[in-house]
């Protein structure tokens, strides 16, 4: 059977011999006491959840979390939602798949991307902002990861690219606000934006699927990147020739600890200068926004014009498209 991905899947559709990537596994018990397998199957152009009924814990803990497995079974709709019903399912090597196949991409240009980011930084004429930037930018290890590295597991910007497809698009918003506010200083907000997730290049892993690393589940991005920040200040000092501004180093570490706003999202600080609150609403509007406009494009119920509940965004979709519909 030809390849056949996650986002072309139909209701009723028998599937034989396909290959998927288990982002994540669970043991269930049924309301009859009977054990099932919950599983999230995963390729480059999606999601579907998976069961196994009638299984065991010797078949559970055979199969590979972040790994691959061959499997047969048909495709159902459940309350709006597809799922797989697996029939049969068993491990494969990861040496037997092609793992292009199985990794979300941004669908922009990285390289292209990457540079308008470093002409964008280019721009940052305070000397304190730009030495700190300067020093992660030389960082070659760092920014290889940057480049590539997802922006979260599930939420926005899910995939390869994500996290600089992310930040490109808040420092382009960024060129186009902070200007209506002209007591703000551009330069800070350009350095945080750059800054404020860039600790995700060691809190996700990203090789087979995308999962946190055990810093980041330890640590979080905003304590990491707040870490770098100091290393990085102490390295910008020598290319200064004297000592990074104080009060700059605390101002960038302040918008990555505060960029969530709230404690219950990751952030210890509430925001508590002027940039650190653009910083916070960029990202917001950034991330709200892709998360809204994909849920949109990956809904797969043509029955109705609203998408399932989106918890993230605490709302269903109106999926019509209004203008279009109007002509």
């Known amino acids: 059977m030809a390849r056949k991905f996650i986002a072309d899947l139909q209701p009723g559709e028998l599937i034989d011999n396909q290959t998927f990537l288990i982002a994540s596994k669970d043991l269930r018990t049924t309301t009859q006491g009977s054990l099932y397998i919950h599983v999230v199957l995963a390729d480059k152009s999606g999601q579907i959840l998976g069961r196994v009924w009638q299984a065991s814990e010797a078949m559970y803990k055979i199969l590979p979390e972040g790994g691959f497995v061959d499997l047969k ?5 459940y309350k709006g939602n597809l799922q797989f019903i697996i029939e049969a399912i068993r491990p494969i090597e990861e040496a037997d798949v092609d793992l292009g196949e199985f990794l979300p991409r941004t669908e922009g240009d990285i390289d292209a991307m990457y540079a308008r980011v470093l002409e964008i ?4 004429k ?7 930037v300067n020093a992660f930018v030389a960082d070659e290890e760092r920014m290889s990861l940057f480049r590539t590295a997802p922006a979260a597991v599930s939420m926005h910007h899910a995939y390869i690219g994500g996290l600089l497809e992310h930040t490109l698009s808040m420092l382009e918003l960024g060129l186009l606000v902070v200007p209506q506010y002209p007591k703000l200083h551009l330069d800070l907000v350009l350095g945080g934006i750059f800054l404020h997730d860039l ?11 995308f999962h946190y690393s055990d810093p980041g589940q330890l640590l979080g991005h905003i304590a990491i990147c707040t870490v770098w920040i100091e290393q990085k200040a102490a390295e910008a000092s020598k290319t200064l020739g004297k000592p990074v501004s104080e009060k700059v180093k605390w101002a ?4 990555v600890l505060s960029h ?13 200068i002027p940039e650190a609150l653009a910083v916070h609403y960029i990202d917001n509007l950034d991330a709200k926004l892709n998360m ?7 809904d797969k119920d043509p029955a109705s014009n609203w998408t399932s509940y989106q918890h993230a965004l605490e709302t ?4 019509v498209d209004v203008l279009s519909d109007s002509q």
Do not use: C, M
Request: net charge positive; no cysteine; aromatic share 6%.
């Open 292 to 298: 809204s406009v994909r849920a949109i494009e990956k």
């Open 121 to 124: 930084l280019s721009k940052i």
């Open 260 to 272: 969530h706003a709230k404690p219950e999202f990751g952030s210890p600080r509430f925001p508590s």
């Open 126 to 132: 305070d000397a304190n902002v730009a030495a700190i």
């Open 252 to 255: 960038l570490q302040h918008i």
């Open 73 to 77: 079974g048909r495709v159902e709709s």
């Open 199 to 209: 600790g995700k290049t060691v809190e996700l892993h990203h090789r087979t699927n």
């Open 316 to 319: 269903k979709l109106y999926k």
